[in-house]
């Protein structure tokens, strides 16, 4: 699976994906991860070159019937997806999905990143920031807008990396085999480590006995259970 994101801030991705299952996937080829930015498709007099060889490039504008905030661009972001569009291109076989952020698109689920994970051979995302991206770039790209929860983010940057996160886990090989079959079987919300006595100011605090007891159907009913509760 191949992962394009589309974003005016691709530092902001550096350290979760240099980490842990993640980080791994990428090492051993199973995910990629591109970034594209907008600001680099920035062209007329949107860019400008100072003398001191300076360039600066403006990706936003003022919003068509006011309000507060700006805008980002249709051309740039465009651009961006078409350079990386033209590189897909060059594989046979490419299934492409575009997938733009939005608190009020379809709600993102486990479901949805299984299915996205055996249909899609590469995912652009495009991350909005200020008020959002011209609403033409949606529609002329079909891109389907989607929403990670029911709260407004300041830009498409961690809905990006919680997709990247929860479709990579659906791709074979990128969780360890204990873990992919402990989540396929049962996985509780509570687990416990050592010591098996926790003593926290003065109290104790004991794993639940039915874990110790060596008995997989009654540590698989009470998993069942924490996971219910
Ligand atoms: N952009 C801002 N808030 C968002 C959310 N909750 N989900 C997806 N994209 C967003």
């Given at each position: 699976?191949?992962?394009?994101?589309?974003?005016?801030?691709?530092e902001?991705?550096?350290?979760?994906?240099t980490?842990s299952?993640?980080?791994r996937?990428?090492k051993?080829?199973?995910i990629?991860?591109?970034f594209?930015?907008?600001?680099m498709?920035?062209?007329g007099?949107y860019?400008?070159v100072?003398?001191d060889?300076?360039?600066?490039?403006v990706?936003?504008d003022?919003?068509y019937g006011?309000?507060?905030?700006?805008?980002?661009?249709?051309?740039?972001v465009?651009?961006?997806?078409?350079?990386?569009?033209?590189?897909?291109a060059?594989?046979?076989?490419?299934k492409i999905k575009?997938?733009?952020?939005?608190?009020?698109?379809?709600?993102f689920?486990?479901?949805?990143?299984?299915?996205s994970?055996?249909?899609?051979?590469d995912?652009?995302?495009?991350?909005?920031r200020?008020e959002?991206?011209d609403?033409?770039v949606a529609k002329?790209?079909?891109?389907?807008?989607v929403?990670?929860?029911?709260?407004v983010?300041?830009?498409g940057?961690?809905?990006?990396?919680?997709l990247?996160?929860?479709?990579?886990?659906q791709?074979?090989?990128?969780l360890?085999?204990?873990?992919?079959?402990e989540e396929?079987r049962?996985?509780?919300?509570?687990?416990?480590?050592?010591p098996?006595?926790l003593?926290?100011?003065?109290?104790k605090?004991?794993?639940?006995k039915?874990?110790?007891?060596?008995?997989?159907?009654k540590?698989?009913?009470w998993?069942n259970?924490a996971?219910k509760?």
């Amino acid at each position: 699976m191949k992962f394009h994101i589309i974003t005016l801030f691709p530092e902001a991705f550096d350290s979760y994906l240099t980490e842990s299952i993640i980080g791994r996937a990428i090492k051993e080829k199973r995910i990629q991860v591109t970034f594209t930015n907008p600001r680099m498709f920035v062209s007329g007099k949107y860019k400008k070159v100072w003398p001191d060889g300076n360039v600066s490039r403006v990706v936003d504008d003022k919003p068509y019937g006011g309000g507060p905030g700006m805008i980002i661009r249709a051309e740039p972001v465009l651009k961006a997806v078409e350079s990386v569009t033209k590189k897909i291109a060059k594989r046979k076989n490419a299934k492409i999905k575009i997938v733009n952020f939005s608190p009020s698109g379809e709600k993102f689920t486990t479901a949805y990143a299984k299915t996205s994970a055996k249909k899609y051979t590469d995912i652009i995302m495009l991350c909005g920031r200020y008020e959002g991206i011209d609403a033409r770039v949606a529609k002329i790209l079909k891109a389907q807008d989607v929403s990670i929860g029911d709260y407004v983010l300041t830009g498409g940057e961690l809905p990006a990396m919680v997709l990247i996160d929860s479709i990579s886990r659906q791709i074979p090989g990128v969780l360890g085999k204990f873990e992919s079959l402990e989540e396929e079987r049962i996985s509780s919300s509570e687990f416990y480590t050592r010591p098996e006595v926790l003593e926290y100011k003065n109290k104790k605090h004991r794993v639940p006995k039915v874990l110790l007891s060596g008995d997989p159907k009654k540590i698989d009913e009470w998993k069942n259970r924490a996971k219910k509760e």
